[in-house]
């Protein structure tokens, strides 16, 4: 069963495809995304409105170009603590959850890491003090591995929805 023993959300073939136009463009008005799915406006904003009720949609965000704001690098970071204990791994995620420059964070198994992280910086230089100055601090961070991103090739938050019934 899933997170919190809550059985998965039933959607249908027209909550589908609300999802993916909406995921394409978060953007769209409520008429544009009634026009795109063939349904009038009323009956596409309630079903907009379930899906956010049952936490499917969970929120709405703006993507940036990370390089026009002058956030040229970015690494990945992988992280190994030394005690494997609730409590230590709660305290690394609260305090990597304040670091505006990591984007994503990930608890993982099958490296010899326990995190994963994602983050985006100037260049070196502040990633060099970030990884100096907050990451190492964190209290059982005892190894760090970096590596950096050549290239987007793929960088997409779509969900792949062709797996609902």
């Not at 703006?62 to 005690?83: E, F, P, Q, V, Y």
């Amino acid at each position: 069963m899933p997170e919190n023993n809550k059985p998965l959300a039933k959607i249908d073939r027209m909550d589908r495809k609300i999802l993916e136009c909406l995921q394409k463009d978060g953007s769209l008005t409520n008429q544009q995304l009634a026009e795109k799915v063939g349904l009038s406006p009323s009956p596409c904003l309630r079903r907009v409105r379930a899906l956010e009720e049952a936490g499917i949609i969970m929120h709405t965000a703006t993507i940036l170009d990370h390089k026009k704001l002058g956030l040229s690098l970015t690494a990945i970071i992988l992280i190994g603590m030394d005690r494997h204990t609730p409590e230590r791994f709660a305290a690394f995620e609260d305090t990597v959850s304040e670091f505006p420059e990591v984007q994503e964070c990930y608890l993982i198994t099958g490296q010899s890491a326990d995190y994963m992280l994602k983050v985006v910086v100037p260049d070196m230089d502040h990633y060099h003090q970030f990884l100096l100055n907050h990451i190492t601090r964190i209290p059982g961070v005892s190894g760090v591995h970096s590596s950096f991103v050549l290239r987007r090739v793929l960088d997409s938050t779509a969900l792949p929805l062709g797996y609902l019934s």
